[in-house]
């Protein structure tokens, strides 16, 4: 099917198959079709349905409420043609990414637990897909309808192998899919890489401030050891604020204490605890780690307090918490939302 | 011909709050930095979400979606913004806040 896309800023035109989202094809195709999560909770590429007939996809996606019903709204990531297609966006298209996104399958070559509810997940795409430090890719598994969204957990540039940190959701399909049975030597579908929350040591000479909270380690790792592998912390810092509810709940502290270490005085480390503070001994297990208590976002406000200037900024983690960061680095910290960079999942 | 329409009270909006209004009909949004008020449409003209979710701190207001931000006194863009705010006219009058609603202001 035929798709054309009109922007404020210009317009352009792909062929989408009948079985593939109309933003996967826009962005296979090369085109900067704006968009945030790519899987039906944001409503960042939300679209007017000018002529033409869709599938909508997934009745439940979130990001639905957001739309308009006349002129017909559709989200992108979730729409299939059913015919050729008109559609209109309010906006200006985005920046196409430096290697346009594709599909692969992927074979799951190991499911480790990390602690009780994240597994590292590891899958090895069929052709390899180069991805940038803080990306996401879109995952398809199978008996379960849709895509996850799961950022890089670390940074490999040829992108031959992916590895995840995935939270186990009460309830999830994907999470009870995972956990059914040993899922190692399965194929899954997949897309990307996805996401403009991104790390390139070239471009980004800075002072870096990362938060993250619950499972959105995943993106911040990936960054930080990007940043390492090329010098940056010879002459830049990183602030890494990391919360979670209990001792329990924190998982690669390894691969954190291990960065920290490298750089001494250049990579500081601060836990936090929203519901309890860990034991001396739990805290002696954690050398050079700083210790604080309650919402990641106000502990980080604290300890940031007139050292906002410059900095480069990337948070990842419940969309809460997301949220109440990054509205304390532009209120607080008059960080401007160009050093601000995220992912919305919501 | 202006067409003035009570918005609230002068004491409705809090200090840099974002509080949105329905104004005979017409979604508005209203904000003050000390003993001025101003109002704008309440969508954001970037991709039409609510500015009333938003940021102010006193000189700029920022939506909280992608972080498009402007003056909040003229509706400048101060940043990212690719479109200006629009502001409905505005007067005081009897302890309440009055706009003109003549024509709605809208981006397309």
Known sequence: MKIELAARDGEVAFDCDADREILLAGLAAGHGVPYECGTGTCATCKATLEAGEVD????????RR??????REILMCQARPLSDCRLSIRGRLAQPAPTAPGWAR???ESVTPLNHDVLRLEIRPD???????????????PEVAGYRGWSMATFDAEGRTLVFTVKMMPGGAVSNWLQACDRTGVEVGLFGPMGKATFRPARDEANLLCIAGGSGLAPILAILERARAAGHFDRYRA???????TFGDLYETRRLLDLAAACPSHIALTFVFSEAMPSEAERASLPGVAFGEGFVHEVMGRAMAGRFADILAYMAGPPPMVEAAMRLLVMQGKVPPARIRYDKFS | M????????????????LKEFDVAGIKVVAVRSGDDLFVYPLRCPHMDEPLSTGMCDGATVTCSFHLWQWNMKTGESTGEAEIDLLLYPTKKEGGALFADMAKELTYD
């Open chain 1, 239 to 245: 602030d890494v604020f990391f919360g979670v509810r």
């Open chain 1, 127 to 141: 052709h390899p897909l180069p991805f940038e430090a803080g990306q996401f890719m879109l995952v398809d598994v």
């Open chain 1, 66 to 71: 957001l739309l308009k019903k006349e002129p």
């Open chain 1, 106 to 108: 992927g074979r799951i």
């Open chain 1, 56 to 63: 909508e996809g997934w009745e439940a996606a979130p990001a």
């Open chain 2, 2 to 17: 202006s067409d003035w329409k009570r918005v609230c009270s002068l004491d409705e909006v809090a200090e840099c709050e």
